[in-house]
């Protein structure tokens, strides 16, 4: 079992940054893919960014490509979404999720975090 809890979510204006964490529970978390994802109001939730058990190996969606990077770090549990230049088009709820490994379906799945952009 692991459980997510995402933070670091808010308010910031066009062209600003915000970094997401994800802390994850329990000892099997360095052996897990993790995504991130995203859901816009009316819209379906779409793939963000994946990074793959040891971080050697990193996915991101064209829209935010050369804008977001994923990270982990396996001795704290965590995963980041450092996301700079927002747009406005960004503002959605972002969950974090893991798998166990890129390509497999994400087991669990973190409760969400708003990000909102103004423009």
């Known amino acids: 079992q692991v459980q997510l809890v995402e933070s670091g979510g808010g308010l910031v204006q066009a062209g600003g940054s915000l970094r997401l964490s994800c802390a994850a529970s329990?000892?099997?978390?360095?052996?897990?893919?993790m995504g991130w994802f995203r859901q816009a109001p009316g819209k379906e939730r779409e793939f963000v960014a994946a990074i793959s058990w040891s971080g050697g190996s990193r996915y991101y969606a064209d829209s935010v490509k050369g804008r977001f990077t994923i990270a982990r770090d396996n001795a704290k549990n965590t995963v980041y979404l450092q996301m700079n230049s927002l747009k406005p088009e960004d503002t959605a709820v972002y969950y974090c999720a893991a798998a166990r490994s890129i390509g497999y379906e994400y087991d669990y799945w973190g409760q969400g975090t708003q990000v909102t952009v103004s423009s």
């Open positions: 329990g000892r099997t978390f360095s052996s897990y893919a």
